[in-house]
């Protein structure tokens, strides 16, 4: 199926950094959603995002619904080890209970 | 956030045999649950969508009689694996959305499938 354009694959970073991914799409998407997932279990909503310019933050995390609907980021500020994960943005057309298209994956690993 | 419960979390069969997943909405009720595949350090991908009293709706290339959908309640989807084989062996996550008009899709922790 379909896939948004996740980037980067992976990231190694120093704790206490700053993290930045972000997603894009050659289509427009209503609702943008950032999920975290740790191994052998299921992903864990982070931040939804409805409106098109929309920042929205949730403690460390913050994330930006692009203007132009097709694109959206996520930063995390000062990176901890509880931190690591695979981290999948999603993207929504319809409102709803459509189903989520979604990206590969950007995966973090903290060197503390 | 709402809660999705998956059960069993892993389970382990011999090749020929069915397993049955359940995921069940614990605090609300959904109309619409999603079921998706999972391959080591890959994305999730879709399944199938469980509307509840009607059919599924599967997507390309998922085989129906392989991967029997039952929504037989607003509260519980199950997905059962008939007569499964290696090539079966996945990480299984249902998700599920709270109401009408809720974006926000919460997932179940997932079921390790493992055919010998």
């Known amino acids: 199926g379909q896939q948004l354009n996740q980037s980067p694959q992976s990231m190694f970073i120093q704790e206490g950094e700053d993290v930045s991914m972000n997603c894009t799409s050659s289509?427009?998407?209503?609702?943008w959603l950032w999920y975290k997932q740790e191994p052998g279990e299921g992903p864990v909503l982070l931040i939804a995002l409805y409106k098109a310019g929309e920042l929205t933050s949730n403690g460390r995390l913050t994330a930006q619904f692009g203007i132009t609907r097709k694109d959206s980021f996520l930063n995390i500020s000062a990176s901890i080890p509880s931190d690591v994960g695979i981290y999948f943005c999603a993207g929504q057309r319809g409102r709803g209970g459509n189903k989520l298209v979604f990206g590969a994956g950007t995966i973090l690993r903290v060197k503390s | 956030g709402a809660v999705v419960s998956q059960h069993p979390s892993r389970v382990i069969c011999k090749s020929g045999t069915s397993v049955k997943i359940e995921c069940r909405s614990l605090?609300?009720?959904?109309?619409?649950m999603f079921w998706y595949r999972q391959f080591p350090k890959q994305s999730l991908m879709l399944m199938a969508t469980s509307n509840e009293g009607s059919k599924a709706t599967y997507e390309q290339g998922v085989e129906k009689d392989k991967f029997l959908i039952n929504h037989a309640s607003l509260t519980l989807s199950t997905l059962t694996v008939t007569s499964a084989h290696p090539e079966d062996s996945s990480f299984y996550i249902c998700s599920a959305s709270p109401g009408t008009g809720g974006e926000k899709l919460f997932f179940g922790s997932g079921t390790q499938l493992s055919v010998l």
């Open positions: 289509s427009i998407f209503n609702t």
């Open positions: 605090d609300f009720q959904a109309t619409t």
